[in-house]
Structures are given as structure tokens and as C-alpha cells.
């Protein structure tokens, strides 16, 4: 062993030389030296730290020694991104052209993985995104864009004129709409009559992309409020300046190229285009082809085709190009505001990409001379860079209508109008607006003392909805929730108090309340049921249908938790739970009904296939138009109790052709466990099922 003391170094180092002995010196050497290395490192170190001054002093801070200077200096842009953004591209040139691109991509798909981590965009495999762009000035052209999808995908049963009615077999409401569309099977229409009727009365979502190009605060608010509405802010600061000049267009194949960086298919409209048809053809020429184009009336057309390049395309560009008058001059005009593209396609790299590039420098999309007298900005040069891939546009009228050359074609056959140079704006209004969340506490009068027990449970910590600060909430989950507590009977003011009380006495400090930090408002409603429709079993029923029917809830909630007195909380977070199955199954099935538990306990429920094998009333629900029908025929025929009635209907026998087109739409999930009429042990149903929020019914142990 090496001893490290100076008196048995120097015992050796008068022995006779030997191969250990030299080892030895030269380790006690090594580490001798490493120790004074290191002390003079501590010395500087602490002489540094004294000498300098911290981070939070400024931005800069000197040491002050003059031989070794050491700077402590922050990022320059710490705390002040619009400074960084505006210098970290100097030029802002060609040169930098797609470096540039690549940041905004970055940024973009930076703040989606935030945004979605939450609040994830419906998915829609197999169907182009629908992509426009606005500024402030033109903002009721959105409005009315806007207004005309929600009008023919959120709204299908009105725009169609359909009748959603459901009936009991053999027969059927014999809809002609829908009669006419299950007669293009050439299977039996009994069935195919239920498989059209569980498509057509069904709202769509049709997500739209918007790209800000200099909207105000208050129009921002109103696009927010809009259902399937995406809103994206352009960062001008990136870009070269002429961007910022909206008349240049160059913003038009940027916000395309973007777009295409999140979803691999667009189709892009101008915010002056109207949808009077489902886009079903453009989607259909979209994917055989791998592009959409259509062709653009001229100055001397009379709104009909086709304009000619070279009319309305400046020379400069011509020549920036490389290109020919004598050679594109006279070809077709196509449209810069009606394109469809999937990415890294034919026409991706050889029209959008190019036209991009072109618009970088304001020379080639928009050069000096040039005005909309006898140029088209990004239509000109999409235009030519069409024709020089070899690309055709497409011609017929249908797919490009407007005020002067629709008047031969019957107008529901229109699927595109573009409403320039046309008077009014016949959509206004009809954007859909995003609906509320709710949890929905249903009682009789007599089980008052319950609803309040299970607000006390809430409030302890095991069991507490939700476990984040309203600001943290507001981050992280944009849609609002609200709690109403529902009662059989008529107002009851001495009801409302004690529920009141009961929550605002839970804490001292408002703050920290777990209800009032929970949720966003907190209501009550009556079904206002009298002695002959509170009847047991027929009075719960008739207070859920009332619910689910009343047009102000519908119009209002999308979706609700129906969560009785009865339904107790078995962990805490339950409330974010709730919506984040919401929220997945919006994604992943959009169309779904319910969603809730079969029967988990040990009753013989008998032999009937609706006590075996229903959903447990304590579920999700929709409000969806669709399931409001069916319930709406079930309540007619089946009044016995709410949870049981709607699979009586689903097993007859008779009742297939229609169970068999809606079944996946019922779906059964662990997040709740109906337990009724069953002792269980809290601790082991969590322990047996992590997923598990909730029990219905039974007594604990």
C-alpha cells in the first residue's frame, strides 16, 4: 500500500533503487502535483466568483483581473424572442431561404406537441386538410368560408333536408335522400337504408387550417370560438420584407408549403371560395391524379374560361423565370386561390416548391412595373410552373363557379363558388361554434344528502377532481367544463343554498376550493316531472331524455358525464380523466354515442340479453343529432329505465339490420364499473384496475 504520510516517503527514498521504490516515487510525484494543480484551479475559481458579479445583476459582468478576463454574459435575446427571431436570420435572402423554413417548421411542430400533448387535432387519415388564409380587412370572407363547411359537414341533416327519424322494424322512415343514396347498393335496401341513415345524420369534423396574415384581437376570439377551427400566426419577422405586403402574394405558397409540413394533403381555398357541395369529386382528383388545379377566367372572358398567362404575367418575371412569352403566353390562366397537393408528389416539387421559391424574391413574384393591371403575383408564376410540369387544370365548371359562368350549370351541382365580384355572403353566421363539457349531477329531492356527501368526499385529497390551478388549467385544456346539478322536481331555492353552502364552506380560501377550481360554472336545472311522470322506474328515464332533448343543453354541450349521487370517486383526477378519454375517443371515434360500463357484479340479472350486456347509465354521453333520434324512438316504446331501454331495442331480433351499423358506436370502457347491488372493496378494484376512476351502486366494504 502507498502511504501518503511525508515520513515513510522519505524511509523510502533512502532505500537502495529498486523497481517497486521507483513506482512509488513516481506516484508520490504525480499526485503531489495534482494536488497543487487543483489547489491553484480553487484559488482562481474563488477569486473569480468574488471578483464577478451573478447572472441577475445584467447581462454582462466582468472579472477584474486584466491578464485573465472571464465573461459571464446571458443570451443576448434571453426573455425577448421577438428580438431573437428578428436576428437570427440577417439576410433573409435566398441563401437562407430554406433554413428559414426549416426553424418555422420547427417552431410549428414545437408548439403543436405543446398544444396537442392535451389537445390533440381530430385525425382524419385519407382526408386533405382544408387550408385558407386572411387578414383583418377580409375577415367576413372567413366567416362565410367557414360557414359554408360547417354548413355541409357539422351540419348535414339540415343542409340535406334529411329525416333523421329512427323507426321500429320492419319498416323505416323511407327518407328519399337517403332512399335514393342505398339504392346505388345493389344489396337489399332494408339494410343499406340504416348504413346510409348512420352516415348522413352524423355531423362531420372538417378541420380547417387558418393562417393569420394580420388579424385583430377580437377576430382572432371569434375564429378560437369555432369548432374544428385551427388558427396559425405567420411570423412576417422571418421573412424577406415584401411579405409583409399582403398584395404580393407571397404569403399564398408559404402558408401551402406549411401546411403540407403537418399533413401530408391539402386543399387550399381562398377565403372568398364557398363550399355549395361536399368536396368528394376535388378529394377524388386529388388522389388519382396527385394534384388539383382549375383554370381562371380572363380579362376578356366575362368571368368564363380561360385567361391567357401572358395577358396578365409581367415580363420580368418571364425572364427571372427563364421562361418564354412566345412559348407560355398563351396558355391557360389556372387559379392561385384553388389548389390541392399532397407532399413530396409530381406537383409538389415541381409547381408548389418552385412558385415558392419564386416568391422569396420579390423580383420574381412581383417585380417593380408590375401591378394587378398586368399581373397575377402568384398566380402568374403557379400558372406557368403548371404548364412547364406538363400539368393540366381542370375546366369544368363545377368545380371552380362563379357569378358569371354558373348560370348553365344547375346549382346543386355547384362545389365551388367563388363569391368574388357577387353580392352578399350567404353563410355568415352558420359557423358552428365549439360546445362545453359538463358534468351532470341527476337527483331526486330526496337524495339531496347524498349529493352533498359526495361533495365532501371531493374534497378530500384522495378523491379530489382535479389537481391543477386554474391557470395551469387554461394552459393545458381549452375546452370548459361545467357542473349542473339536475333535479327531478321543480325549483328548489332551500336545495340550491344547502348545495351552495356546502361547497363554498369546503375551504376558507376561495383559491383553493376544489369544486370552484375544478370546474367553470356551476349550475342547476329542473326537469320539473310530476306525480305521473316521477313514477319509479319510469321518473329517472323521463328525467334523462328530458335532459338529452332539451335543445338549449344540446345546443350547448356536446358531450356530458351523467354521474348520479350514487357514483363515487375511488381516486383523485378524475374530472381530467373524464375528459381525456373524451377527448381521445373525439379523435379516434368522433361519431361514438356513449361510453360506460357493463354490469361488474354479482347479481343473476336473469336471462334478458338488455340487463346482461347494457351501459350502466353513469357514462359519457353525445348529444349528437343521431343518437338524440334513436333515444328519441326508444323513450317512445321502451320506457322503463333509461340505461336498459336502448338495448332492449339494439338485441330484438328484428331490430339487426339497424344494431349492426351503430353498434360500434356504443362503446364499454373500465374508467367506471357498475358494481350495483354488489358489496366491493375500494382497494382492490384499484389495485385489480389502475383505469378505474370510478364505482356505480353497491357498498363499499
Known amino acids: 500500500m502507498i502511504s501518503h504520510h511525508h515520513q515513510d516517503a522519505g524511509t523510502e527514498a533512502a532505500q537502495p533503487t529498486t523497481p517497486k521504490g521507483t513506482t512509488n516515487r513516481f506516484l508520490l510525484a504525480f499526485l503531489v502535483v495534482s494536488v497543487i494543480f487543483n489547489l491553484i484551479m480553487l484559488l482562481s475559481w474563488s477569486s473569480t466568483r468574488h471578483g464577478g458579479s451573478s447572472f441577475s445583476h445584467g447581462r454582462e459582468s466582468f472579472h477584474s483581473s486584466s491578464s485573465n478576463p472571464i465573461i459571464y454574459k446571458q443570451c443576448p435575446y434571453l426573455g425577448d424572442y421577438d428580438n431573437f427571431v428578428a436576428n437570427k436570420f440577417q439576410s433573409k435572402d435566398k441563401s437562407e431561404m430554406w433554413n428559414i423554413l426549416q426553424f418555422i417548421v420547427s417552431q410549428e411542430a414545437m408548439n403543436d406537441y405543446l398544444r396537442n400533448s392535451e389537445n390533440r387535432d381530430i385525425i382524419n387519415f385519407g382526408v386533405p386538410h382544408l387550408v385558407t388564409a386572411t387578414s383583418h380587412d377580409y375577415f367576413d370572407r372567413l366567416e ?194 384553388i389548389q390541392g397537393y399532397i407532399r413530396d408528389s409530381y406537383s409538389y416539387q415541381n409547381v408548389l416548391i418552385p412558385t415558392l421559391e419564386c416568391a422569396w424574391d420579390v423580383n420574381c413574384i412581383a417585380p417593380p412595373g408590375s401591378s394587378l393591371a398586368n399581373h397575377r403575383q402568384d398566380q402568374s408564376v403557379f400558372s406557368l410552373m403548371i404548364h412547364k410540369a406538363g400539368i393540366t387544370c381542370e375546366k369544368d365548371i363545377r368545380l371552380w363557379g362563379n357569378r358569371g359562368n354558373y348560370v348553365d350549370v344547375p346549382q346543386h351541382e355547384i362545389v365551388l363558388f367563388l363569391r368574388k365580384g357577387a353580392e352578399g355572403k350567404q353563410y355568415i353566421g352558420q359557423a358552428q361554434k365549439k360546445k362545453k363539457f359538463a358534468v351532470v349531477i341527476p337527483f331526486a329531492e330526496k337524495q339531496v344528502s347524498s349529493v352533498l356527501e359526495n361533495i365532501n368526499i371531493w374534497n378530500h385529497p384522495y378523491y379530489e377532481p382535479c389537481q391543477w390551478s386554474m391557470s395551469t388549467r387554461e394552459n393545458i385544456d381549452d375546452s370548459e367544463t361545467d357542473l349542473i346539478f339536475y333535479s327531478n322536481r321543480q325549483r328548489n331555492e332551500n336545495n340550491e343554498k344547502a348545495i351552495l353552502d356546502r361547497i363554498n364552506n369546503l375551504t376558507k380560501d376561495k383559491s383553493h376550493n376544489v369544486i370552484l377550481k375544478c370546474f367553470s360554472n356551476i349550475s342547476f336545472k329542473y326537469a320539473g316531472l310530476n306525480d305521473a311522470r316521477d313514477q319509479y322506474p319510469a321518473g329517472p328515464s323521463n328525467q334523462f331524455y328530458d335532459l338529452i332533448h332539451d335543445e338549449n343543453f344540446h345546443s350547448t354541450y356536446s358531450h356530458f358525464f351523467y354521474m348520479e349521487p350514487d357514483c363515487r370517486a375511488i381516486r383523485p383526477n378524475w374530472l381530467k380523466v373524464v375528459k381525456s378519454i373524451l377527448k381521445e375517443y373525439s379523435i379516434l371515434k368522433p361519431d361514438f354515442w356513449y361510453i360506460g360500463s357493463n354490469y361488474r357484479g354479482d347479481v343473476d340479472l336473469g336471462e334478458p340479453l338488455e340487463y346482461r350486456y347494457h351501459i350502466n347509465g353513469n357514462a359519457i354521453y353525445s348529444t349528437d343529432v343521431s343518437f338524440r333520434a334513436f333515444l328519441k324512438h326508444v323513450s317512445r316504446g321502451h320506457n322503463f329505465a333509461y340505461d336498459t331501454d336502448p338495448f332492449k331495442y339494439l338485441f330484438q331480433v328484428k331490430s339487426y339490420d339497424f344494431t349492426k351499423h351503430i353498434w360500434n358506436r356504443i362503446i364499454f370502457h373500465n374508467f367506471v364499473q357498475n358494481w350495483w347491488h354488489s358489496s366491493y372493496h375500494e382497494k382492490t378494484v384499484r389495485d385489480l384496475y389502475p383505469r378505474t376512476y370510478f364505482v356505480h351502486g353497491g357498498s363499499k366494504e
Not at 192 to 214: A, F, K, Q
Not at 220 to 246: A, T
Request: charged content about 20%; proline content about 5%.
Open 144 to 337: 362565410n368560408f367557414v360557414g359554408s363547411v360547417h354548413r355541409l359537414y357539422e351540419n348535414k341533416v339540415n343542409a340535406l333536408q334529411i329525416n333523421p327519424q329512427v323507426t321500429s322494424p320492419p319498416g323505416h322512415p323511407n327518407d328519399e335522400k337517403i332512399t335514393k343514396i342505398g339504392q346505388t347498393f345493389k344489396s337489399h335496401l332494408r339494410s343499406n337504408y340504416w348504413l346510409v341513415w348512420n352516415s348522413v345524420v352524423t355531423p362531420e369534423n372538417r378541420p380547417i387550417l387558418v393562417y393569420d396574415l394580420g388579424l385583430t384581437k377580437e377576430q382572432r376570439e371569434k375564429v378560437y370560438s369555432w369548432k374544428n377551427v385551427q388558427l396559425i400566426s405567420l411570423n412576417f419577422d422571418l421573412l424577406p420584407k415584401h411579405f409583409r405586403d399582403l398584395k404580393t402574394f407571397a404569403w399564398k405558397p408559404l402558408v401551402m408549403y406549411l401546411a403540407l409540413q403537418k399533413f401530408p394533403s391539402i386543399i387550399f381555398l381562398d377565403s372568398g371560395v364557398e363550399l355549395w357541395n361536399r368536396l368528394d369529386r376535388i378529394e377524388d382528383i386529388l388522389f388519382t391524379k396527385g394534384y388539383f388545379h382549375v383554370v381562371q377566367e380572363g380579362l376578356t372572358t366575362a368571368w368564363r374560361c380561360c385567361g391567357a398567362i401572358g395577358e396578365l404575367t409581367h415580363q420580368s418575371t418571364f425572364n427571372y423565370l427563364g421562361l418564354k412569352r412566345e412559348e407560355y403566353g398563351q396558355k391557360e390562366m389556372c387559379s392561385g386561390g
